[in-house]
């Protein structure tokens, strides 16, 4: 079992800043890269970015790319997601994900 806790989200101006964690507890160890993902109101959930577990390998969604930076402490077991340059259509619930596991997610605004 491995439990997912994201925080983080708040209300924030558009072109602004927040940085979003993801820690993660239980067990652990795993080869499997994690994930972020978002949903908006009457959206479906789509991927925003991800980070191996070894190497730090990154990929992100083109909508979030130059924008959104995802990194990693393994010390901590927490997972980054620094979003500058906010805009309107960055409004979601982010989630975080590895594996088959998903946390509880955390609201982001953006206000126009």
């Known amino acids: 079992q491995v439990q997912l806790v994201e925080s983080g989200g708040g209300l924030v101006q558009a072109g602004g800043s927040l940085r979003l964690s993801c820690v993660a507890s239980g067990r652990t160890f795993s080869m499997s890269p994690t994930n972020w993902f978002r949903q908006a109101p009457g959206k479906e959930r789509e991927f925003v970015a991800a980070i191996d577990s070894f190497r730090g390998d990154t990929s992100y969604a083109d909508s979030v790319k130059g924008r959104f930076t995802i990194s990693r402490d393994n010390a901590k077991n927490t997972v980054y997601l620094q979003m500058d340059s906010l805009k309107f259509e960055d409004t979601a619930v982010y989630y975080c994900?590895?594996?088959?596991?998903w946390g509880q997610g955390t609201q982001v605004t953006v206000s126009s």
């Open positions: 994900k590895r594996g088959t596991y």
